[in-house]
């Protein structure tokens, strides 16, 4: 049976969706059968409203980077599209989901809210289930399951949907595949020196490199000290 996740992040113009705060920046990274695909959905989006200085330290994002980019009115329909029917992989899940459902509100249109379309999992309850008492944050996560996070100048919901596929996989305990991970195009800087990452599909066949008999070992004389 194909088990299709959805990692999925958001950046906002503030904390607060009842206080007309709005995404401004949303990425989903597919996993099928816990193996990433390289097929993603990633857009900024123009708020049409003021950036806080307190969201604007943490992500970067200023209003005029976004003065151009679409309404999310715009985007709606293929990202309800692209998340419909999956499990969502989210870190602190109320918070995006929150914002999720007042921006589909918002539109106007009969879009469903997003735990009647999708089975919703909260990294942060996993994580704390695991870790109790200990920081349980992206960084915090990522340090603990060794993943690689020094490309993360800036909060980015692109990198931090990566990110947390693949704290999640360690989390769970499964195996971890480089399959159909993703590479990195179009380098785009903001005023404020921000760098907006853009993962693309592979391309082409990946080469299947066996393992010698030699590493084979080294893998089992490492898996006998786990």
Not at 3 to 26: A, K
Not at 35 to 51: A, C
Not at 171 to 188: P, R
Request: negative net charge; proline residues 3%; charged residues 25%.
């Amino acid at each position: 049976m194909v088990q299709r996740q959805i990692i999925l992040d958001t950046e906002t113009t503030g904390l607060e969706p009842s206080e007309g705060h709005r995404i401004i920046e949303v990425a989903a990274v597919e996993l099928i059968n816990r193996r990433f695909t390289g097929n993603y959905f990633h857009q900024y989006i123009n708020p049409q409203r003021k950036v806080e200085e307190g969201a604007l330290n943490v992500h970067g994002i200023s209003e005029q980077f976004l003065s151009d980019k679409p309404k999310f009115a715009e985007i709606a329909k293929p990202l309800m599209d692209y998340i419909d029917g999956s499990e969502l992989i989210i870190h602190n899940a109320p918070f995006d989901v929150g914002f999720l459902d007042n921006e589909f509100k918002l539109t106007g249109e009969a879009f469903r809210k997003i735990t009647e379309c999708c089975n919703v999992v909260d990294t942060l309850v996993l994580a704390r289930q695991l870790h109790p008492g200990q920081k349980n944050s992206l960084d915090a996560l990522c340090k603990r399951y060794q993943v690689d996070n020094s490309r993360r100048d800036w909060h980015g919901a692109l990198i931090d949907a990566e990110l947390l596929g693949w704290v999640y996989l360690a989390m769970t305990g499964g195996q971890i595949s480089l399959f159909g991970t993703m590479t990195e195009e179009g380098f785009e800087t903001s005023e404020k020196g921000r760098v907006s990452r853009t993962l693309i599909r592979q391309k082409g066949t990946i080469p299947i490199i066996r393992a010698t008999i030699e590493e084979l070992a080294e893998h089992e004389k490492y898996m006998e000290g786990l």
